[in-house]
């Protein structure tokens, strides 16, 4: 009995040094003086070596500092001087920033078709030197994502799902050769600093609580003609139903061959974008190996899935649809049209609405017999002064759940841990975010939400089910500083009681820290 108590205190030694450690790190890097960033980097760095040298029981300690020592070093390296701009990557498809006002909420049919900004370097004369070069080498990128993340979950004290984890990925992307193709590559990494293995489900790292390391992208593009590509092999996508769910230390990526175009849609003109294409594979998030798309939906056969869909915008007006076949499988139709409407400099609204529709197609390979449901839902936000007001409402068929096998789920009331997407469910959210610049915190943002979802029923006997309530709360700091625009440090904390025979309650607390550095 002492010897589990014991156990139990070291335990909880650990986790608590891991947080304290996260926080501590961040505290000492808000507004330092310029002269003062190099001592509290290397400082950091000793801490850190003495924090993994508590952790005496893992049999990759070694590994870890080394991990631990070449990314914080490269830190104070790719710091830029004096006036050289930077700005953290926005598309992180589950980890956005808190949006000021409706012109930055992104709908998931927008998603599907927009660029990633360009971001500036960090070497800025090493491009210099590149300039009189080829294209292929004049524009080539490189950058290095550095990602911290401690994730705790307990169901009413019973069940644990605990892990801390250092990782990111570092890419690469050639400029164009010959102004028709290009090239890129991705290698993500995601390595245990904390996770007992009977304490495993975090989705951190690999099932077991261990570390891995992947390439997860090796892909070509092809420029057709201006604003029309071919994708080829392995690389990102984020649509609907099909994309990053980056929520975790390193996204899904996918295997496949796809086409997206673009025409006008400058200035609020008329603009049309469309893609259509076959993904083959997907690597899961927490996963170091590509399966096949049927096998990640959960049918044992290897099947891909065509996908197809365009939007049409026009002065604050989008609609667009998507449709997923994957052959004796499932169907995935997806729809949205959305709204925005600037009353005045400070106010505005957005309006949405969307539909999703599956269904069994062919041989019924999925679940061995035939099912259809669907899901609408509708949203309306209003943002003032830096406040956005979020009101949403989604009702589902009593045929079936609905499912997201190959991403994070669109529904307007999906939240932190519930998707709201159970058979004859309906959900209704309400969200009040807030960026705190008024007060003098302007790279301070903060959003707390309630869901509640009733009707749910059991597919299979049409019994009704419990209902579900989830209370989320976020905060975050992305320092506007020049030394630190890269950074980006997030609390989450979600409340969901159960309403089941067993009465449980899962508290989810995260803690995430990351550093985006554009080398090249």
């Given at each position: 009995?002492?010897?589990?108590?014991?156990?139990?205190?070291?335990?909880?030694?650990?986790?608590l040094?891991?947080?304290?450690?996260?926080?501590?790190?961040?505290?000492?890097?808000?507004?330092?003086?310029?002269?003062?960033?190099d001592?509290?980097?290397?400082?950091?760095?000793?801490?850190i070596?003495?924090?993994?040298?508590?952790?005496?029981?893992?049999?990759?300690?070694?590994?870890?500092?080394?991990?631990?020592?070449?990314?914080?070093?490269?830190?104070?390296?790719?710091?830029?001087?004096?006036?050289?701009?930077?700005?953290?990557?926005?598309?992180?498809?589950?980890?956005?920033?808190?949006?000021?006002?409706?012109?930055?909420?992104?709908?998931?049919?927008?998603?599907?078709?927009?660029?990633?900004?360009?971001?500036?370097?960090?070497?800025?004369?090493?491009?210099?030197?590149?300039?009189?070069?080829?294209?292929?080498?004049?524009?080539?990128?490189?950058?290095?994502?550095?990602?911290?993340?401690y994730?705790?979950?307990?169901k009413?004290?019973?069940?644990?799902?605990?892990?801390?984890?250092?990782?990111?990925?570092?890419?690469?992307?050639?400029?164009?050769?010959?102004?028709?193709?290009?090239?890129?590559?991705?290698?993500y990494?995601?390595?245990?600093?904390?996770?007992?293995?009977?304490?495993?489900?975090?989705?951190?790292?690999k099932?077991?609580?261990?570390?891995?390391a992947?390439?997860?992208?090796?892909?070509?593009?092809?420029k057709?003609?201006?604003?029309?590509?071919?994708?080829?092999?392995?690389?990102?996508?984020?649509?609907?139903?099909?994309?990053?769910?980056?929520?975790?230390?390193?996204?899904?990526?996918?295997?496949?061959?796809?086409?997206?175009?673009?025409?006008?849609?400058?200035?609020?003109?008329?603009?049309?974008?469309?893609?259509?294409?076959?993904?083959?594979?997907?690597?899961?998030?927490?996963?170091?190996?590509?399966?096949?798309?049927?096998?990640?939906?959960?049918?044992?056969?290897?099947?891909?899935?065509?996908?197809?869909?365009?939007?049409?915008?026009?002065?604050?007006?989008?609609?667009?649809?998507?449709?997923?076949?994957?052959?004796?499988?499932?169907?995935?139709?997806?729809?949205?049209?959305?709204?925005?409407?600037?009353?005045?400099?400070?106010?505005?609204?957005?309006?949405?609405?969307?539909?999703?529709?599956?269904?069994?197609?062919?041989?019924?390979?999925?679940?061995?017999?035939?099912?259809?449901?669907n899901?609408?839902?509708?949203k309306?936000?209003?943002?003032?002064?830096?406040?956005?007001?979020?009101?949403?409402?989604?009702?589902?068929?009593?045929?079936?759940?609905?499912?997201?096998?190959?991403?994070?789920?669109?529904?307007?009331?999906?939240?932190?841990?519930?998707?709201?997407?159970?058979?004859?469910?309906?959900?209704?959210?309400?969200?009040?975010?807030?960026?705190?610049?008024?007060?003098?915190?302007?790279?301070?943002?903060s959003?707390?939400?309630?869901?509640?979802?009733?009707?749910?029923?059991?597919?299979?006997?049409?019994?009704?089910?419990p209902?579900?309530?989830?209370?989320?709360?976020?905060?975050?700091w992305?320092?506007?500083?020049?030394f630190?625009?890269?950074?980006?440090?997030?609390?989450?904390?979600?409340?969901?009681?159960?309403?089941?025979?067993?009465?449980?309650?899962?508290?989810?607390?995260?803690?995430?820290?990351?550093?985006?550095?554009?080398?090249?």
């Amino acid at each position: 009995m002492q010897e589990s108590i014991g156990t139990m205190h070291t335990g909880l030694e650990k986790r608590l040094r891991c947080v304290a450690l996260l926080a501590e790190t961040s505290s000492r890097f808000v507004n330092p003086p310029a002269h003062q960033i190099d001592g509290e980097t290397e400082d950091t760095q000793h801490r850190i070596c003495e924090f993994l040298s508590f952790f005496t029981t893992f049999p990759c300690q070694k590994r870890l500092r080394v991990i631990f020592s070449v990314f914080f070093l490269l830190i104070p390296a790719a710091l830029p001087g004096p006036g050289t701009p930077v700005s953290g990557q926005e598309y992180i498809r589950d980890t956005e920033p808190i949006p000021e006002s409706v012109d930055q909420v992104v709908t998931p049919i927008e998603l599907a078709f927009k660029e990633k900004p360009k971001i500036p370097r960090f070497f800025p004369w090493l491009k210099e030197q590149l300039e009189d070069t080829p294209p292929f080498f004049r524009d080539t990128k490189l950058d290095l994502n550095v990602r911290s993340y401690y994730f705790d979950q307990d169901k009413s004290g019973d069940i644990k799902n605990v892990a801390c984890t250092l990782g990111g990925a570092l890419s690469y992307r050639s400029g164009w050769f010959l102004d028709r193709f290009s090239l890129g590559t991705v290698f993500y990494t995601s390595q245990k600093v904390y996770g007992p293995p009977d304490e495993d489900g975090t989705l951190l790292l690999k099932p077991g609580q261990e570390s891995y390391a992947v390439v997860g992208q090796i892909y070509g593009k092809v420029k057709v003609f201006e604003d029309n590509f071919i994708n080829l092999y392995r690389y990102q996508i984020d649509t609907p139903f099909i994309n990053q769910n980056d929520n975790r230390m390193t996204p899904n990526t996918f295997e496949g061959y796809t086409f997206k175009g673009a025409y006008g849609g400058k200035d609020g003109d008329l603009g049309f974008v469309y893609g259509f294409g076959y993904i083959d594979k997907i690597k899961p998030r927490n996963s170091d190996q590509f399966i096949s798309m049927s096998e990640a939906a959960g049918a044992d056969v290897n099947r891909g899935v065509f996908v197809g869909g365009a939007e049409v915008s026009y002065k604050g007006v989008t609609f667009g649809a998507i449709d997923y076949y994957s052959n004796d499988i499932i169907n995935i139709f997806y729809a949205e049209g959305a709204y925005k409407l600037h009353v005045t400099d400070r106010l505005g609204f957005l309006l949405s609405a969307q539909l999703t529709d599956q269904r069994s197609v062919g041989e019924d390979l999925l679940n061995g017999s035939s099912f259809q449901t669907n899901q609408f839902g509708t949203k309306a936000e209003m943002s003032y002064m830096r406040g956005i007001l979020t009101l949403a409402y989604t009702r589902n068929s009593k045929e079936a759940d609905l499912r997201n096998p190959w991403g994070g789920y669109p529904g307007y009331t999906s939240v932190q841990v519930e998707n709201f997407k159970r058979a004859g469910e309906n959900a209704i959210m309400a969200k009040l975010s807030y960026n705190f610049a008024r007060f003098g915190l302007e790279s301070v943002s903060s959003y707390v939400l309630f869901t509640h979802g009733w009707g749910a029923v059991d597919p299979s006997t049409k019994n009704s089910v419990p209902n579900r309530n989830e209370f989320d709360a976020d905060i975050q700091w992305r320092p506007q500083w020049r030394f630190l625009k890269g950074l980006w440090f997030r609390v989450r904390y979600a409340y969901d009681p159960q309403y089941d025979a067993t009465k449980n309650t899962i508290n989810n607390f995260r803690v995430i820290v990351n550093y985006d550095l554009p080398l090249l």
